[in-house]
Structures are given as C-alpha cells and as structure tokens.
C-alpha cells in the first residue's frame, strides 16, 4: 500500500517490517547479516550516533534540542563531583550527551554546509525525514524510505565523511551501498508519488576545515544500484518462502581465495 507519513518518530520507522534500504545493505553482505539486523542485534556505533546528531543538528533542530544535550564536564574524583554528575544523568536521562568538542564540530559542519551555495540552495525548501511506504512490484515485497529532504526537484542526503573530494567520496559510494541508496529512494519516490526525481548528496568533512561538497547521482550509478537492490530483494524472497537465511558460503564449502587486484599488480620474478 502506497502511502507518505509525515512526523513519524524514528523509533517507529525504524521498528517497522518493511525492508529499508539500510536493510538491503547488510543482505548484499549475506542473508545472516541481514537477519542479525533486523532482530535488532547491531550496536549502533559511535560514527552512526554522531551521524544522527549531525542530520538533526543541520535538518531538525528542535529534534535535536530533544534528543541530545552538550554534557558538562564534573571532577569525580570529588564527592561533590560524583553527586553533580550522578544528578545530570538522571536529569538527562533520556538525551544523548555531546561534548562541547563534538559541539563545535556540529556548528562548523553546519556553517560548511549553508556557506556552499548548491549545499544552501538544495536545503531551501522541503521537508525533513518524511518516512514513504510501498510494495515493490517484481517482489511483492512492502518497502520503506525516510529520505533526508524531499523538495520539488529531488531528494538529498546528508552525509558526513572523511573526505568529500570527488574521487574519495565515489569510493564511499560504493564501498557503502550509496549508489543502491540513491537507487531505492528514486524508486519508492515513483512508486509513491509518480514523480521522477534526481538524487543528490552533501557531503560533509568531519575534520577541518569541514569541506562541503555536492554531487548528483549519475544514472550509470542509479542503474548499478537498482540492479544490486532488485537482485537483493529477489535474495530476501527466497530466503523468506525457504526460511532460511545463509551466510557466506550457503553449502558450507571451502573455497579458494586471492590477493585483491590491487595487492597483487606487481612483477614477479622468475
């Protein structure tokens, strides 16, 4: 069933049935890795809760001001210390605490941002993380997306990252499932609301100076994309009627490995 929600809690998204791209990435690892995900088993990490900071603190920052708190620093070596911290983790309980390091880093990152005109210009009008529901038509399957910004012309996502240059981010593109994200997401943006859309990033530095960059997805990548996202759902149906979920090596073989192309491109000598 098609259908848009607007102001759905994340927790509520995310707890959902419905496959997700974030889904799709750990099924293109294997079937197991996939299960593990959905019983709710992955840690988040570090990276991915300052990842979730940094998408508030630029896109929704009243969810921000209620989900994290920047966390003053106590002496707990003293009595007096210990009993101030103790009453600042039970006032705040329920945010993610930041320090005031981490603080700076979200206001530079944010400055970055709006200082890069297609950055600024893409952020201008829209909505944030807008949760749309279909069925994908070959599978059968019920699907979800909760893009970053929908705006008339597209879709974008924020993304903090080590480096935005052109040539390191494309590497991240496809070491982290981005081309199939961005393939998924214009998919279930036509199947939803009939509209075709390009799908863009901003990225963003996580050390100084911060740079910004912003790129489109090209449609070779859209096309690679949505063949790894068709090929894994196709994956994820047969693991469902067969009930099961196998990991690397199905038949539990024993295969013969290689160095990596790029470890083995050198002459040997005879």
């Known amino acids: 069933m098609k259908r848009i929600v607007r102001n759905l809690p994340n927790a509520t998204y995310h707890s959902g049935s419905e496959i997700s791209h974030s889904g799709i990435v750990q099924l293109l690892r294997s079937p197991e890795h996939y299960l593990q995900y959905k019983n709710g088993t992955v840690e988040p990490t570090p990276a991915m809760e300052f990842g979730s900071a940094f998408h508030n603190f630029i896109l929704e920052p009243e969810v921000f001001a209620k989900e994290f708190t920047l966390a003053p620093k106590f002496d707990k070596r003293t009595k007096e210390g210990k009993e101030l911290g103790a009453k600042w983790d039970e006032n705040n ?42 069925t994908e038509e070959y599978t059968g399957l019920p699907c979800r997306i909760r893009p970053d910004w929908m705006f008339s012309r597209g879709l974008a996502d924020l993304k903090s990252c080590i480096t935005a240059g052109r040539d390191g981010f494309s590497k991240a593109v496809a070491s982290l499932g981005y081309d199939v994200q961005a393939a998924f997401y214009i998919d279930g943006m036509k199947a939803v609301t009939g509209k075709t859309v390009n799908f863009y990033f901003i990225a963003v530095e996580k050390s100084a100076p911060f740079s910004t960059a912003c790129y489109m997805a090209s449609q070779e990548m859209v096309k690679v994309g949505r063949a790894k996202y068709r090929g894994a759902l196709e994956l994820l149906k047969w693991c469902q009627d067969n009930n099961s979920y196998p990991g690397y090596q199905p038949g539990g073989q024993i295969e013969t490995i290689d160095l990596p192309r790029w470890a083995a491109n050198f002459d040997l000598e005879d």
């Open 93 to 134: 309980a329920k945010k993610s605490p930041l320090t005031g390091e981490q603080m700076d880093t979200l206001a530079a990152m944010r400055m970055s941002v709006f200082n890069h005109e297609g950055a600024a210009k893409l952020l201008r009008e829209g909505e944030a993380e807008t949760s749309l529901f279909w």
